[in-house]
């Protein structure tokens, strides 16, 4: 019984997680009056707990290795919980909304379960479970995607993500039939000695590198993204562009590197085209863009052109920061939706870039957190996505992959070029006629919260060592 | 706590002040006083650095100090100067000093401007301090992104295509750095960042040849290499007054002391490759820079393209690796940071009075603004090289260094490199007769007045500058030949 418990109990993070999800679904319950604070406020002092209880500091295998536990995995799902908070605190202005209200629990909700989803897929140790992680992550994001009910857009973006998920999980899951039928056996741990390098098995593995290229929007399978990302509620396009990424791209780190290490040659080749096709292709057509939530869509596929470079390096420092690149890509892509979504709310529904004309004059503060947020996606020092680029870079290189990271660095080029063009329209472009601030924008206290935090996280977590250093020490305590 | 991190602790600082500042006063008092204590240090550690040489210090590096950052990549925040960075960091210090008074009325958002002005600075400082690759590429970009806002927000004319298209050219140069410091990191086994430890280590030729012109052409973008020079004359020609001291001033040497420490120290058998190749492109730049000055029109763009060429000599010089050559690189960096940030100074001082920047339509200043003017005949007689004034001493101590390498290639190109000195005495006297002399014919220009306190402090302070090299160049050639020894007879090895 009580070695039982125990087992039981090293699933802490999935079980916390799961408590918070019933307990804010039964607080939506036996709530008097929509529209209030206190769910809110619940649901994310509940989440912050959350954060810390995910962290195991060893290695734990459950159900006969169904389910595998690590440091590396754990810290991982600390990132994205946190991710998922500075959702949470930023989505006030738009659940207070009067047609959204009613469904604030249900958003929360919603999103926990695709979280306690991804938990799972990153903690796999069977394709089994993998795929219902998977799954889990997926069906209810579509929810999300359909949220405002009323806007024709967003209903519209979910049908497109439901058709295209169900359509990558159709690859992924022939991707897993053709592994079982050539090597009898799901397990992670087994797959690895019984795997051969036969045709059969590289059409598998391509077919769950182009179902993991769905989820992570990798181009050619990046063609939902820009649609879906611009129906969404802004909210839920920042949860997608950053929690649902990270979560697959880790997955596919995990799974690409510790399970297929005989066709180490052809995974590597794959990933390393679908990256410089990836980040350029994002890059391109992003520059296209005047929508920020299309342009927001088209940078983050290509920023997952680089997280692939990490899964590429195939080696600890690459898993490690692979892991560092995600957590910067939350904090500063979480705060630029939510700069995007306060200028929404405040300013009539405008997510065009010439909305952002003049914001100096006005809004200092939140220019100010955009400017940095931008730059630290570009990759400029001293914020911290120039580290995690650099430790990315310095992974891949470390690989051999010359050529490919010279390309991704010539591409930051480009990418600089249109967060600058953000932060030339906030600074230097005058507003247009009629333009909806006049006056500073008073955003609430959740998105302050939200914007301060991640302002932190991108000006400190760079500049302080440990946090990597802590990743790259996890990632190298990985079992297989 | 070493004396170096002041020179990046003391700029934070000033942004903390400048972001707690309230009034307009209180930010020029928080510049004035970060700037003035940055001088004073500069000068206070140029005095103790001549002190322990002149007491026997031997190592290639002084004032050294490492702290180990990110541990699985060997980055540490190691800092160390030697002559050439004591002299660098000398002229940064003089430059934004100056460059505070050169900006002292600017306006709007005069807080900002100075937030990103000092954000600049600390850059320019932590790159010179720094003898780490990362730490180094690191305080590089800080230096660079700033020019975006500085530029578009605060410039003049086509000032967003300004601002982007230099922002862009030279972080595509820092695209070719980075990819070049990872091979200079993993082909010297991933021991180390610090350049001093690697300059110990061997590089594997192959490595060294690829990622030779990938340093050298990443810092040589920023020192205005042809045919990498093009975002110069656009940004200068764009950016506010003290902008353009600084950049053209501080910045554009960070291209010919990365060069110098990093590429050409480390990489001697690709600098043995690529040689040639590199010092015909930087001949092009001296000539064809001087060139360029003679067809313009616009005060900023003459000066901007003689800096294209002065610029271009620095690289020459350090390409032609001889020890007297690389002394005088070192001494034109310093010589041409003085007076080109005194010429961007005057320019932007005619240019708040007049309002026009047109050669065609300036004449006869000498008798409205005597002080400015007089300041303008200094700084062109500077620039062309006359004897009493710091542009002599280096472009003589070039010149006579070049010629010493015997090879019959490099003689050629020292001759040709040579013409610019006549071309440069044609576009600056004809600039200084046309502007300057005759009679003035628009009756508004007359009712102009000279130079205001402010101004004069940033002017004086160059001029003596410029003076003091030209008069006592001595103190300053004898630190960096010094310095220069070990880096050149590395080279020789290979050369």
Redesign the interface.
């Given at each position: 019984m009580n070695n039982y418990m125990s087992a039981v109990l090293s699933l802490h993070a999935e079980l916390s997680l799961i408590v918070v999800l019933v307990v804010v679904f039964l607080a939506d319950l036996f709530r008097s009056r929509p529209g209030g604070r206190g769910l809110r406020v619940l649901v994310c002092a509940l989440m912050l707990v959350q954060v810390l209880l995910n962290l195991s500091p060893d290695t734990r295998e459950l159900f006969g290795g169904m389910y595998v536990n690590t440091p590396f995995t754990s810290v991982v799902k600390s990132i994205l919980s946190a991710g998922t908070l500075l959702v949470f605190l930023q989505s006030g202005e738009w659940t207070r909304r009067p047609d959204t209200a009613i469904r604030e629990g249900e958003f929360y909700v919603i999103t926990l379960s695709t979280l306690l989803g991804m938990f799972f897929m990153l903690s796999a140790g069977h394709f089994l479970i993998f795929y219902v992680g998977l799954e889990m992550a997926s069906i209810p994001m579509a929810c999300l995607v359909a949220m405002d009910k009323k806007r024709r857009q967003s209903a519209e973006a979910g049908a497109k993500f439901i058709l295209s998920s169900m359509f990558s999980s159709a690859l992924l899951l022939y991707g897993l039939s053709l592994l079982y039928g050539t090597t009898g056996t799901l397990y992670f741990a087994d797959l690895p000695d019984v795997l051969q390098s036969g045709g059969l098995e590289r059409l598998a593995l391509v077919l769950f590198i182009a179902g993991m290229g769905f989820k992570m929007s990798l181009v050619p399978f990046h063609l939902w993204t820009a649609d879906v990302y611009q129906g969404a509620p802004t909210g839920v396009t920042a949860y997608l562009s950053v929690i649902s990424k990270g979560a697959a791209a880790v997955a596919l780190a995990v799974v690409v590197r510790f399970v297929f290490p005989a066709l180490t040659d052809d995974w590597s080749v794959v990933l390393a085209l679908l990256s410089v096709v990836t980040i350029t292709l994002g890059n391109l057509m992003a520059v296209l863009q005047h929508d920020m939530k299309r342009f927001m869509a088209f940078s983050s596929i290509s920023q997952a052109g680089y997280i692939v470079l990490g899964v590429l390096a195939g080696s600890p420092?690459g898993m490690?920061s692979l892991a560092f690149y995600v957590a910067i890509y939350v904090v500063a892509n979480v705060a630029v939706f939510a700069v995007i979504s306060t200028v929404e709310q405040h300013g009539g529904g405008r997510t065009d870039r010439e909305a952002f004309n003049g914001l100096y004059a006005t809004n200092p503060r939140l220019t100010l957190v955009m400017t940095l947020a931008l730059?630290s996606l570009g990759g400029?020092?001293?914020f911290a996505g120039?580290f995690s680029k650099?430790?990315i870079?310095?992974a891949a290189?470390?690989a051999g992959w010359?050529l490919v990271?010279?390309l991704a660095?010539?591409n930051?080029?480009i990418s600089?070029?249109y967060y600058?063009l953000v932060?030339?329209a906030m600074?230097?472009s005058t507003p247009a006629e009629g333009s909806a601030f006049g006056s500073p924008i008073h955003s609430s206290r959740g998105v302050r919260l939200c914007l301060a935090l991640c302002t932190l996280g991108v000006c400190v977590l760079g500049v302080l060592?440990c946090f990597?250093?802590n990743l790259?020490q996890w990632a190298d305590m990985l079992p297989w | 706590m070493n004396i170096l991190s002041l020179f990046v602790l003391v700029p934070l600082l000033m942004m903390l002040g400048l972001w707690a500042a309230r009034t307009l006063s209180q930010v020029r008092g928080v510049m004035v006083a970060g700037s003035s204590v940055l001088l004073l240090l500069a000068i206070w550690l140029v005095v103790d650095y001549l002190g322990l040489r002149a007491g026997g210090a031997t190592e290639e590096m002084l004032f050294t100090d490492s702290v180990m950052w990110y541990a699985p990549l060997h980055i540490c925040y190691a800092v160390g100067v030697d002559g050439i960075s004591v002299v660098m960091l000398l002229l940064s210090a003089i430059i934004v000093f100056t460059g505070t008074f050169a900006s002292w009325k600017l306006k709007p958002l005069t807080k900002e401007y100075f937030l990103w002005f000092t954000l600049l600075s600390t850059g320019v400082f932590g790159f010179f301090i720094s003898v780490d690759l990362f730490t180094m590429f690191m305080f590089y970009e800080v230096a660079l992104i700033p020019m975006y806002l500085l530029i578009g927000v605060w410039g003049s004319g086509r000032k967003e295509y300004a601002a982007m298209k230099l922002t862009l050219m030279l972080m595509g140069g820092s695209a070719f750095l980075l990819i070049g410091i990872l091979g200079i990191y993993y082909g010297a086994g991933a021991q180390t960042m610090n350049v001093l430890e690697i300059a110990r280590l061997h590089i594997p030729e192959e490595m060294q040849r690829i990622f030779f012109p990938a340093v050298f052409v990443g810092f040589g973008v920023l020192g205005a290499l042809f045919p990498f020079h093009t975002w110069s004359p656009d940004g200068h020609a764009s950016a506010p007054t003290a902008v353009s001291m600084l950049h053209a001033g501080v910045l554009m040497k960070l291209g010919g002391y990365g060069c110098f420490r990093v590429a050409m120290y480390l990489m001697p058998e690709g600098l043995a490759m690529w040689g040639d190749v590199f010092l015909v492109l930087t001949t092009i730049s001296v000539v064809y820079g001087a060139f360029s000055a003679v067809v313009q029109t616009d005060l900023k763009y003459i000066n901007a393209y003689s800096s294209v060429s002065h610029c271009g000599l620095v690289l020459f010089a350090l390409l032609m690796m001889t020890r007297t050559s690389c002394t005088g690189a070192v001494l034109q960096m310093l010589s041409h940071g003085l007076m080109t940030a005194l010429f961007f100074a005057l320019i932007g001082m005619i240019y708040g009075r007049t309002h026009t920047r047109d050669v065609r339509q300036l004449s006869g200043l000498m008798k409205i603004m005597p002080f400015l003017a007089v300041g303008y005949v200094l700084a062109g007689l500077a620039n062309l090289g006359l004897p009493g004034l710091s542009g002599f001493v280096a472009e003589m101590t070039v010149f006579v260094g070049s010629f010493e390498h015997t090879d019959l290639f490099h003689r050629a190109c020292t001759i040709i490199a040579t013409t610019s000195i006549v071309i440069t005495a044609v576009y600056i006297l004809r600039v200084v007769g046309k502007i300057l002399y005759g009679t003035c014919h628009n009756p508004e220009h007359l009712k102009l007045t000279d130079a205001t306190w402010d101004e004069r402090v940033a002017v004086i302070c160059l001029v003596v500058c410029v003076a003091g090299l030209g008069l006592a160049p001595w103190w300053v050639s004898d630190a960096v030949s010094a310095s220069v020894e070990p880096i050149v007879s590395q080279l020789s090895v290979f050369n």
């Open positions: 420092a490690a730059f400029i020092p001293p120039f650099f430790f870079f310095a290189f470390e010359h990271v010279f660095l010539l930051t080029i600089l070029y600058l932060v030339k600074y230097i060592s990597y250093e790259f | -």
